[in-house]
């Protein structure tokens, strides 16, 4: 039999995404013709282009005399905005969208359209890459080409860090439903469409599709009924996203729709088993982690086993063209473990859907780093992990060093004690550029609160000696935790503006997350009620007696503004998505030079 692994829009187009070079390694070992094909990033070079834009613009100003008669027609539509129905909402918000738009710069489109190939190729390109000018300048017009783009289905929006539904749309099952077959407001529909007679199908018995995020999951449900309804495909669900919101869509009709299985939790031991039922080796029943639909009853198989992390295979990276990603050298995702091995911050979600922490031999690991670099020459890794244990990680630097393994990478971690100065400068004579924190907060009172686990005082002397050492600091903050005062946000405010300290910068909202610990203990932090936002949603919204979700939104985007502002001419302060990027600077370039480098270009600010 054959299976194919395919990842979907919305996920960054800036290096290949693990999950499908696991499975694919691990079902090729097991005897299974398979292969994965990257369908994100053939979206991304697909719509990035001079004729797709003019098309776009085209479309959305040819739309402008029937929305503005729709508009006409209503009686003082900002007033009434919440009463009307949503398909007339939608037409409203997309009549405002697409006249400020044009508004703001009538010619913005067409300029664009003249520069978006070659932007594209700045991406792309080894020495133009690492010009600061042009880079940036090339991101920005990326940025206005997918506004472009969007327009004739705003409110809904790609972005190249996003993608946003229509938010007149809510998460429950039928206006997901409405979404996944409504091609005037999901651009997946026509682009698949016409993608589709290009995605070999025809051989295989198996598609996998994975979901990582919200920005995925439409396109990815969209793309799955349109495989069932055109084929005789059988199409399996999996992905951390899917298993966040399990609970909600264990119901016959999902499966009616969208797909035939779901692999719930780690996906290496269900992947192998379900394409052994597929092929008739196996009966349904023995395939572990599967959630399938028997008689209109969904049934849920029993849990996998424990993973024993050292039998994984080395990821298999063949079938990606890395050519086309929007990076000169590619960064190559790792992972050495699963799960955290602290795991109980009251706010994450993070190990939702992983089975206990567990983390492959030192020696595995390095094996595989070292034979990823003779297969494909790798040099630049991320260590995709939510927390490695710094012991841990000493050892395997360590290790790397023995291998004279000249690499570069950046990981995630916690601010351990275990982090001391020898074990962070054994790391970065290893290769490691920058790390991202878990800062969160600068109030004690509120890190015992959200069980951070770590003590202030150690988390500064970290980044301290990250500094003189030299490794780059970057850190994730985390605004409008309840309870949290004015004081104690300006606390965490001015420790965000120290770029003495802080190179870099994550700033989110708190959100009650549906799987987090909090969810349970909302009366330890003055959460008075809370409500779903939809059974694809994987948070609340929610009442506290300190604050308002309208305000933790308006704090944060304010000082997301004022910070952007402050610093338009550093290469990276605010750091969402571009992390694959910034290890690419660090490594040609070194911690200093980006650090202090000042754009002549004058980014676009949000």
């Known amino acids: 039999m054959k299976v194919l692994y395919l990842t979907v829009p919305q996920w960054y187009p800036m290096n290949p995404y693990l999950a499908p070079a696991i499975l694919v390694a691990e079902t090729r070992a097991a005897g299974v013709d398979a292969s994965c094909s990257d369908l994100n990033i053939a979206f991304f070079n697909d719509i990035l282009t001079k004729d797709v834009v003019l098309e776009s613009a085209d479309r959305a100003r040819a739309m402008l005399p029937a929305l503005k008669k729709t508009v006409s027609a209503c009686e003082e539509p900002e007033k009434h905005f919440d009463s009307y129905p949503k398909a007339l909402r939608t037409a409203l918000l997309r009549y405002k969208t697409i006249t400020d738009f044009f508004s703001a710069n009538p010619s913005l489109a067409e300029d664009t359209a ?11 390109d080894p020495e133009r890459f690492y010009d600061p000018e042009l880079h940036f300048r090339a991101k920005d017009t990326i940025n206005d080409a997918l506004a472009v783009i969007s327009l004739p289905y705003a409110p809904s929006r790609i972005m190249i860090d996003n993608f946003i539904a229509n938010p007149v749309m809510g998460w429950s099952f039928d206006d997901v439903k409405i979404q996944c077959f409504d091609s005037s407001q999901n651009m997946f529909i026509p682009y698949f469409e016409r993608k589709l007679p290009e995605i070999p199908l025809e051989d295989c018995s198996l598609i996998g599709i994975s979901v990582a995020d919200l920005s995925q999951l439409i396109p990815a449900l969209t793309l799955a009924r349109m495989i069932r309804e055109r084929t005789d495909k059988k199409v399996a669900l999996g992905g951390n996203y899917i298993f966040k919101i399990i609970k909600e869509i264990k119901r016959p009709d999902f499966f009616d729709l969208f797909c035939d299985f779901i692999t719930v939790g780690d996906g290496e031991t269900a992947a192998v ?8 080796r196996r009966k349904i029943e023995d395939v572990h982690s599967l ?20 039998t994984l295979r080395v990821p298999d990276f063949t079938d990606f063209d890395f050519s086309q990603y929007f990076s000169p050298e590619t960064v190559f995702p790792v992972q050495l473990g699963k799960g955290c091995y602290w795991g109980k911050c009251s706010f994450c979600d993070f190990y939702t859907g992983q089975q206990k922490f567990d983390i492959k031999s030192v020696q595995h690991a390095a094996d595989e780093v070292e034979m990823l670099v003779e297969r494909h020459g790798a040099k630049n890794f991320i260590f995709v992990d939510e927390a490695v244990p710094p012991k841990y990680y000493d050892w395997f630097a360590t290790e790397l060093q023995k291998r004279n393994l000249h690499i570069n990478f950046y990981s995630f971690a916690r601010f351990d004690a275990g982090f001391t100065r020898e074990v962070l400068q054994n790391l970065f004579n290893a290769g490691a550029k920058f790390f991202s924190w878990g800062y969160e907060v600068a109030s004690p009172r509120l890190l015992k609160l959200m069980n951070k686990g770590i003590d202030p005082a150690v988390r500064d002397r970290i980044l301290r000696d990250c500094v003189e050492i030299g490794i780059w600091t970057q850190c994730t903050f985390l605004l409008g935790y309840p309870t949290e005062t004015p004081e104690e946000l300006r606390q965490t405010l001015d420790v965000i503006e120290d770029r003495a300290l802080i190179n870099s910068c994550t700033p989110s909202n708190f959100v009650l997350k549906k799987n987090a610990i909090l969810k349970d203990e909302t009366d330890s932090v003055g959460i008075t009620d809370f409500t779903s936002n939809g059974d694809f949603h994987i948070s609340y919204s929610y009442h506290a007696k300190s604050t308002t979700m309208e305000l933790v939104k308006k704090n944060r985007m304010d000082f997301e503004r004022r910070f952007l502002a402050a610093t338009a001419d550093c290469l990276w302060s605010l750091g969402f998505t571009d992390t694959d990027h910034l290890l690419l600077y660090l490594s040609r370039y070194g911690r200093d030079w980006v650090r202090d480098y000042r754009l002549r270009y004058k980014k676009k600010q949000p």
């Open 291 to 310: 959630v399938w639909l028997r008689d209109r009853t969904v049934v849920t198989n029993e849990t996998a086993p424990l993973l024993k992390l050292d």
């Open 114 to 124: 003249e520069k978006i190939d070659d932007a594209v190729a700045v991406m792309k």
């Open 273 to 280: 088993e379900l394409c052994e039922y597929v092929d008739g």
